[in-house]
């Protein structure tokens, strides 16, 4: 039982090893993420969509920025108007989600998403409130 046990956590240990690199350039990138240093970093997104309040009561806008943005080659973010509570996010997060399934849905490269930070532009004045959520897209693959 103890030649068990010590297996068990050799492996773990090799486990989090080879897993910890990636997690830490991770977090290293996901550090340069922030509402304000998209303004001065990236260049006009690939694609944007606005979104109308009608049917949530939302203004939401989905855009995705390939290329070189904070450090990803391939950000897609989310943001919204208003109150930074749990119903504006959630319908923030499904607009996002609907935006991932119909590319899924309409390209054989199929995408994956990394949540990155939750962020609001530090000059927003009481009523003018913008709230960003990151997210990083990824190949997804399929085995």
Request: aromatic share 12%; glycine share 4%.
């Amino acid at each position: 039982m103890s030649t068990y046990f010590k297996r068990f956590k050799v492996a773990i240990g090799l486990c989090l090893v080879l897993t910890s690199c990636t997690a830490l350039n991770h977090l290293k990138k996901r550090r340069a993420v922030s509402a304000d240093k998209i303004k001065e970093t990236c260049t006009e997104p690939t694609e944007f969509y606005p979104i109308s309040p009608a049917t949530y009561g939302v203004y939401t806008a989905i855009m995705r920025f390939k290329g070189n943005c904070l450090g990803f080659n391939d950000l897609l973010i989310g943001t919204w108007y208003g109150d930074d509570n749990e119903f504006n996010e959630t319908v923030t997060k499904l607009m996002i989600l609907l935006y991932i399934n119909s590319h899924n849905a309409n390209n054989e490269a199929q995408l994956a998403r990394i949540f990155l930070k939750k962020d609001a532009f530090s000059d927003n004045k009481p009523g003018d409130e913008v709230y960003i959520l990151f997210y990083e897209l990824v190949p997804h693959h399929n085995e």
